[in-house]
């Protein structure tokens, strides 16, 4: 009989620890994705550009000739894509400075960091041979084969949906630029990995997290293709599961004693960011290098300036 509760207990105990390390993963990419599904299903469904009258466009650039010259000038396609990327890193420089406010954080063991050794002990201190496997198991979605073989995946299935050349530009770009960005950081960082037991393999320094960024950079862009030409509700599902899933991964960079708490959430941010980089650029849903503006600017072009305005009243 002791032996049995004696048993019994130890399988208790193990299923306790497999629990509350798969629990915290998953639980955290449920709410993250509840998160995300709730933004969507509210986010204005016309991103691409403000919606303004071309009656106020005209009238501000009636007032001022020299907005006017400078918007024709982005007709040119060699300049037309300079304003559309100023305005993106304006809107993503949020990104950038919370990455740079979490590196200040990791070096001085401040604010957020100090809850970086209390979670890499918790996972070295409940893991299992069943929440390790698991968890190596959603760490393969943001490697970089799992990164390239999903990336190839929707581009494929997507071109077959939707032809369009730049969305396989998009894609690539979104999924190259961010393996090179979270590389640049890690040197620039240069920050020691967590000197615990390790569970799983990896390369490089800790901070950011290469995974972290990979996902949230890769499934944001999926979630934009596989979305587009589909309803709202279908375009949220989607933003939620690349939500959740980056969310998951980052977790389990953690749980698996590679990575501290401060690298996985700048690599969420570092990898959002970059996406939201790329998709302003691109225009959105519409995919097309420098639409952002290509609206006001036509408008621009089709306006005449003062003096053109003058000799036409003259004659």
């Known amino acids: 009989m002791i032996r049995q509760t004696t048993g019994q207990l130890d399988a208790d105990g193990r299923l306790g620890k497999q629990m509350l390390l798969l629990g915290l993963v998953l639980g955290a990419g449920v709410l993250a994705a509840a998160a995300v599904y709730g933004i ?8 691409v550009a403000p919606k303004i009258s071309g009656e106020l466009i005209k009238e501000e650039i009636a007032k001022h000739p020299g907005l006017r010259a400078a918007l024709r000038r982005r007709v040119d ?12 890193v304006a809107l993503t420089a949020a990104g950038a400075v919370a990455v740079g406010i979490l590196s200040q954080m990791a070096r001085r ?39 390239i073989l999903i990336a190839v995946s929707i581009t494929a299935l997507e071109f077959r949906r939707i032809r369009q ?14 393996f090179a960005l979270s590389n640049s950081v890690k040197i620039i960082v240069d920050r020691a990995r967590p000197d615990i037991d390790r569970l799983t393999g990896f390369s490089g320094a ?8 990979a996902a949230a950079a890769t499934f944001a862009a999926c979630a934009l293709l596989v979305g587009r030409s ?14 959740g899933v980056a969310v998951s991964v980052a977790a389990t960079r953690v749980f698996l004693g ?6 996985v959430i700048a690599g969420l941010f570092l990898g ?44």
Not at 133 to 141: F, H, N, Y
Not at 165 to 178: M, P
Not at 230 to 243: E, M, N, P, S, Y
Request: aromatic residues 6%; charged residues 15%; proline residues 3%.
């Open 258 to 263: 590679v990575h501290w708490l401060t690298d």
């Open 40 to 47: 969507a299903l509210r986010w204005p469904e016309r991103t």
């Open 109 to 147: 063991n401040q604010g957020i960091a100090r809850w970086d050794i209390r979670l890499a002990r918790l996972g070295a201190q409940h893991e299992t041979h069943l929440s390790t496997t698991v968890m190596r198991d959603i760490s393969l979605l943001g490697g970089t084969l799992g990164i």
């Open 230 to 243: 589909r309803r709202t509700r279908v375009k949220a599902l989607c933003a939620a599961v690349a939500g």
């Open 206 to 213: 800790s901070f950011p997290s290469g995974h972290a960024t």
């Open 77 to 88: 396609p060699g300049a037309l894509t300079g304003l559309a990327l100023t305005a993106a």
């Open 165 to 178: 050349k730049s969305a396989v530009a998009f894609l690539v770009l979104v999924v190259a630029g961010q």
């Open 272 to 315: 959002w960011s970059w996406f939201a980089l790329c998709s302003i650029a691109f225009g959105g849903r519409l995919l097309r290098f420098g639409a952002p503006i290509a609206e006001s600017e036509q408008v621009a072009v089709s306006q005449p300036t003062r003096d053109e305005s003058q000799v036409n009243i003259a004659g």
